[in-house]
């Protein structure tokens, strides 16, 4: 399927150049960053070194939706032609590409692309126009971004990255036969593991109305402080859409910053799914931010040890689930994981 597509590197502090345009049809969807014509030349100052993997920052437009989506890609570092399975990675309100980048460096060097999306309407401007509001409205400004709108939103920017990740996969682009499409997942932080629970088939509608947003192109999903409302509805109506392999992390002090979802709330998406292959992870006192990172705070001396859990776990199942790993399955299944979190988590499998 050809498209209209412009495709804009970028660097932080970097000049954004725009590289391409062309043509499509169908969709109208639009796109991005890879392909070099002969009359333009990327950005090389948006690549860089990270711990065995490399980062690029890049811009991708959507023409169908106006909408430029800023992104963070992970890339193994390898010489080797091969393709590599593809985690997409939503953040959590007033967050930003740079979210949970220990995961996407750790992922990367397992042999990921990671390609952690940036969502506007509901990244960090919010926060900033949250904190002029002033300290009294700062909640509920906040508040207020996390609507059924930017839900709808953010689901359609993953789905149009997967559209992107395809076109480059078979373009004339650095990532040309380096992706494995048919291996992708998935992965969010609060309001992005909302996103990925609806990527995955979660039910955003009551009663007769099912308010359904699968991809079938998604193969497991990862879900970090999953937001939780039921508004009355049982969990088979929420959740018994949701078919693909799941592991949900949550924390025992996980309670929402801005909503009611207190830490008790954040096992029920575990609860609620019947499908197989589920798995659930309680870190004794982990607390909301230690998934995504704390944005304008300073991290504490403990995150570190959270992180390392949350790569190995994370990378154990996406090993097992999206590429037919049998040794990684045997590790969750067989008590291996309980052990290696020991007394630091509760780990659950079904």
């Not at 506007?120 to 009294?136: C, H, K, L, N, Y």
């Not at 149009?160 to 682009?173: A, C, H, M, P, T």
């Not at 629970?197 to 193969?219: F, H, M, P, T, W």
């Amino acid at each position: 399927m050809h498209r209209h597509h412009t495709v804009i590197n970028t660097c932080l502090l970097a000049t954004i150049t725009v590289l391409s345009t062309g043509r499509t049809q169908a969709t109208e969807r639009a796109a991005n960053i890879g392909d070099t014509p002969a009359t333009a030349q990327q950005d090389k100052s948006a690549t860089a070194q990270h711990r065995n993997a490399t980062v690029q920052y890049q811009e991708w437009k959507d023409l169908q939706r106006n909408r430029i989506i800023p992104v963070k890609l992970y890339l193994p570092d390898t010489t080797r032609k091969e393709s590599h399975p593809v985690v997409i990675f939503s953040h959590g309100l007033g967050g930003s590409r740079e979210a949970a980048a220990y995961l996407g460096e750790y992922l990367a060097s397992k042999g990921y692309v990671c390609v952690h999306i940036q969502h506007p309407g509901s990244d960090t401007e919010i926060v900033r126009a949250a904190m002029r509001a002033g300290q009294g409205q700062f909640r509920s400004a906040l508040a207020t971004a996390a609507n059924g709108e930017n839900l709808l939103l953010r689901v359609s920017d993953v789905k149009f990255v997967i559209d992107e990740l395809e076109r480059l996969n078979k373009g004339d682009s650095a990532l040309r036969d380096r992706l494995d499409v048919s291996k992708i997942a998935v992965a969010g932080h609060s309001f992005g593991a909302g996103t990925a629970l609806a990527i995955c088939g979660q039910n955003y509608g009551a009663g007769g109305n099912a308010r359904l947003l699968e991809d079938s192109r998604v193969k497991v999903g990862i879900y970090l402080s999953a937001p939780v409302n039921l508004r009355g509805r049982s969990l088979q109506e929420v959740y018994g859409q949701v078919k693909v392999p799941g592991l949900l992390m949550t924390g025992t002090n996980d309670a929402s910053p801005i909503g009611d979802t207190t830490a008790a709330d954040r096992r029920i998406p575990f609860d609620g799914i019947s499908a197989p292959h589920q798995y659930l992870v309680n870190f004794i006192g982990g607390d909301h931010s230690i998934f995504g990172g704390r944005s304008f705070r300073d991290e504490r001396p403990s995150d570190e040890g959270f992180h390392d859990s949350i790569c190995k776990v994370a990378g154990a199942f996406l090993d097992a689930y999206l590429c037919n790993d049998q040794a990684a399955r045997t590790w969750l299944d067989r008590g291996d994981a309980k052990a290696c979190l020991g007394k630091t988590a509760v780990f659950e499998g079904k």
